[in-house]
């Protein structure tokens, strides 16, 4: 397949260039306070009475999801490099997503559980095939030398409008069960009543109208590639074209070793995402207030942990970011599946079991918070620097299909982390054993990490003799 393509116009606008760091600013909350820290909990330790099977109903929803994902995404991102322009793309799958998201308002505690359900899927779909056709515009939009900063900026971006809209309803609409105040000790906004989940299920149509707001910058001055093929055309081609990427990639032994690499442990990287939150639900008894607030606290860590990310990527590496973060999830995993009541680290160190009354009021609660910050520290740049790793190892015209690719890579498989979470803790009654399982994918991973080369030079970067 030919390289000789123009590098990344140079003329792209700071404008520009903002508008497609906020496309994570719109995203991130969907993420921060529906599958995370808010909804997902809710989901399991208040819409049914059973939070053991919730748990792993919430699970299989993720599971669902990530097949469909690994699926479609490669097929989508070739049918987009024929088609040329993403924006269409990305404001069809907005019209989903929103949808979707507004629906959740209805999962009241009692309801069938299917709906949200459904609609969770859908939203996660949406996100994931939006977040596709967005990666795929930044080679076009910075230099090779630029993409890890700029990728961890818009990551760190992210964290941060996810922060903002977690803080809002944890201050401002989130009420204790008991006495129907917020933590600041004021009325739910727009009388939204806890003991039914109201303040849990506004975050549904909430992340919605974030994400439809702050995803026009994007499309008003992102500049986007010229409209190619008609669509019909478009898909008979890039399905043409997948087949040849797929064959291509046994002559690019790096970029294969990376994807394989980045599928195992994004698998555990997900899984932490998905059921954390839930996980520490289920273990304390926390309602949104906890959940919320140990959210804020991860994302204020994220923040900053990204914007370093940023700088430290462009001097030492994609790969070299990658692998310190990855030690630091696994050192938080173990740490939190060591973590108990009356003990943490498998019991060798002994805590108080006392209760000190108010937020986090248990030692072991305090010892969760501390893996979770090291959580923080890592989940940004571990996915930051990946997608600057795929940004620098590709031309502008592959960039569809490969970030197609990159998306099945960090798919394919999460089905299986997601999946053995389940099966574990159906067979054994046990949370503590399903998240063990996360360590498996997360090492082997780095170990296949760390003997990839850093990425190649872009393709039409390249000297030509």
């Not at 702050?214 to 890039?238: E, N, Y």
């Not at 900053?304 to 070299?320: E, H, L, P, Q, Y």
């Not at 389940?422 to 503590?432: F, Q």
Request: neutral net charge; contains cysteine.
């Amino acid at each position: 397949m030919s390289t000789d393509h123009p590098a990344p116009d140079p003329r792209t606008s700071r404008l520009g260039i903002w508008g497609w760091m906020l496309f994570d600013w719109a995203a991130q909350p969907f993420f921060t306070v529906v599958t995370t820290f808010i909804f997902g909990p809710y989901f399991v330790a208040r819409m049914t009475e059973d939070p053991v099977a919730a748990q792993a109903a919430w699970s299989n929803m993720a599971t669902v999801s990530s097949l469909l994902i690994a699926i479609l995404s490669p097929v989508l991102g070739s049918i987009a490099d024929e088609s040329g322009s993403r924006k269409p793309w990305i404001a069809f799958f907005a019209v989903i997503k929103v949808a979707s998201l507004a629906m959740l308002w209805f999962a009241a505690p009692g309801s069938p559980i299917i709906w949200p359900l459904l609609f969770m899927v859908l939203a996660s779909l949406a996100a994931e095939f939006s977040i596709v056709f967005n990666d795929s515009m930044m080679p076009r939009l910075v230099s090779e030398k630029e993409v890890g900063r700029i990728s961890n900026i818009a990551w760190g971006l992210g964290y941060l409008g996810g922060m903002l809209v977690l803080i809002l309803v944890v201050a401002l609409l989130a009420g204790d069960p008991q006495s129907g105040r917020t933590i600041i000790g004021t009325t739910p906004l727009f009388g939204l009543d806890p003991t039914t989940g109201e303040d849990s299920r506004v975050t549904g149509p909430l992340s919605a109208a974030w994400y439809l707001i702050f995803i026009l910058p994007m499309f008003l001055f992102t500049p986007d590639a010229a409209k190619g093929l008609p669509l019909r055309q478009a898909i008979a081609s890039g399905l043409c074209q997948l087949r040849g990427t797929i064959g291509e990639l046994k002559h690019r032994p790096h970029l294969l070793r990376f994807l394989v690499a980045r599928m195992l442990y994004q698998d555990g990287v997900n899984g932490l995402l998905i059921l954390g939150g839930a996980f520490a639900a289920g273990m304390f008894g926390w309602a949104t207030i906890e959940i919320g607030i140990y959210g804020i606290i991860l994302n204020v860590v994220a923040v900053f942990s990204c914007i370093a990310a940023g700088w430290v990527d462009r001097a030492i590496g994609s790969k070299t970011v990658v692998i310190i973060s990855l030690t630091l999830l696994l050192t938080a995993t173990v740490g939190i599946i060591s973590t108990s009541p009356g003990n943490v680290f498998f019991g060798l160190l002994p805590l108080s079991a006392e209760d000190s009354g108010g937020l986090f009021g248990t030692a072991a609660e305090k010892a969760y918070i501390l893996f979770g910050m090291l959580i923080g520290i890592a989940f940004g740049p571990v996915q930051a620097s990946s997608r600057s790793y795929m940004a620098r190892s590709v031309s502008l015209s592959e960039a569809g299909r490969y970030f197609g690719i990159y998306a099945l890579s960090g798919r394919a498989t999460s089905f299986l982390a997601t999946l053995s979470f389940s099966v574990a803790t159906y067979a054994t009654g046990s949370a503590h054993v399903g998240m063990a399982t996360l360590t498996i994918f997360l090492s082997a991973g780095l170990v296949l990490l760390i003997s990839t080369p850093e990425p190649k030079t872009r393709p039409e970067e390249l000297p030509t003799s």
